[in-house]
């Protein structure tokens, strides 16, 4: 008989995650997609002593789980099984009003307030419903985004909204004003912060 195997434990879903988003910024040639996966490829000696902190409900983003449906995609497949292990909350550092916070869920995986703690980077993901704006906003880390399933329009620096889809790449320098608007998809990304990741600079 052909030995089944066993389900993974959330620790080991964390690790099969977090190693996929590792490979995912390395496909992208920049200083911070270097950065952010040169610091995830250190991060199982912190994270073999690491507690994880008590998962949250998946929140009010209903389009997320149809979001992480592609198994074809490494990255959603890892991050599929462990939605409900995730410690999700609404994204802003509390500056968002609740009308469009409450249409989007953030995670941070690693960081300052992340899930496993990281003083020099963060990274996480990000999804947003469809038909929403969120408005242009600014922060001191400089940040990559990557689009994992949907798609949205980016408008840099006050400029037009451009298109971006699935397997884009989306570079924001620090300081740099960006928004991010949905129209009749919603939006699946992976997101990572470098540099001055204070949270105290984000800005709306």
């Not at 964390?14 to 910024?25: K, Q, S, T, V």
Request: proline share 9%; net charge neutral; aromatic share 8%.
């Amino acid at each position: 008989m052909p030995v089944l195997s066993q389900p993974r434990c959330r620790f080991e879903r964390l690790h099969d995650l977090i190693e996929a988003a590792g490979l995912r910024f390395s496909q992208h040639n920049s200083p911070i997609a270097h950065n952010l996966s040169r610091a995830i490829g250190t991060l199982d000696s912190i994270a073999t002593s690491a507690t994880l902190p008590a998962p949250t409900s998946v929140p009010a983003c209903a389009a997320l789980p149809r979001l992480c449906a592609n198994p074809n995609d490494p990255l959603i497949a890892a991050l599929s099984p462990a939605l409900a292990d995730l410690c999700w909350r609404p994204p802003g550092y509390g500056k968002l009003a609740a009308t469009i916070s409450s249409q989007m869920a953030v995670v941070e995986i690693v960081g300052p307030n992340g899930m496993l703690p990281h003083a020099d980077i963060r990274f996480g993901f990000l999804a947003q419903q469809k038909g929403v704006d969120y408005p242009t906003h600014c922060h001191a880390a400089e940040e990559l985004y990557v689009v994992l399933d949907g798609s949205a329009k980016w408008a840099v620096d006050h400029g037009p909204y451009v298109t971006k889809g699935v397997g884009d790449f989306i570079y924001h320098a620090p300081n740099q004003p960006h928004a991010i608007r949905t129209e009749r998809t919603a939006l699946l990304t992976l997101w990572g912060w470098s540099g001055d990741i204070s949270a105290a600079s984000y800005s709306v």
